[in-house]
């Protein structure tokens, strides 16, 4: 059970990765063209070069909480089979050694032999 969790959640992560590096490339591809093109909405100098700081102070945030997102997803993800497998483990009933009191496994074989602490 624990092996198919994980199978699961590595299907999961591998989606999940591809998603934060589509958005990523979509959020620097955006960048590029909005800072490239700051001179289509004006033509003074000093306001193309701050759009175009601008454009690119914002498409480097959207990839930074891109890639934090996409780390604290991926750790929830980990976590879940992992508190699941402790779950199942607590869940699934121990072996119960019952021991007959007759049983000569029960007792020490040569009691006098015992080193007392």
Do not use: C
């Amino acid at each position: 059970m624990k092996a198919f969790l994980w199978i699961v959640t590595s299907i999961f992560i591998a989606f999940w990765t591809i998603s934060a590096w589509v958005a990523y490339a979509v959020i620097d591809v955006s960048g590029n063209w909005a800072s490239g093109n700051a001179d289509a909405v004006t033509s003074h100098p000093e306001t193309v070069e701050t759009l175009s700081w601008l454009a690119r102070v914002l498409a480097g945030t959207g990839e930074f909480i891109v890639i934090a997102v996409w780390a604290v997803g991926t750790l929830i993800m980990a976590a879940v089979p992992w508190l699941l497998g402790k779950l199942i483990d607590r869940a699934r009933p121990k072996p119960v050694l019952q021991w007959h009191p007759d049983d000569p496994r029960a007792a020490p074989r040569n009691p006098g032999s015992q080193r007392i602490p």
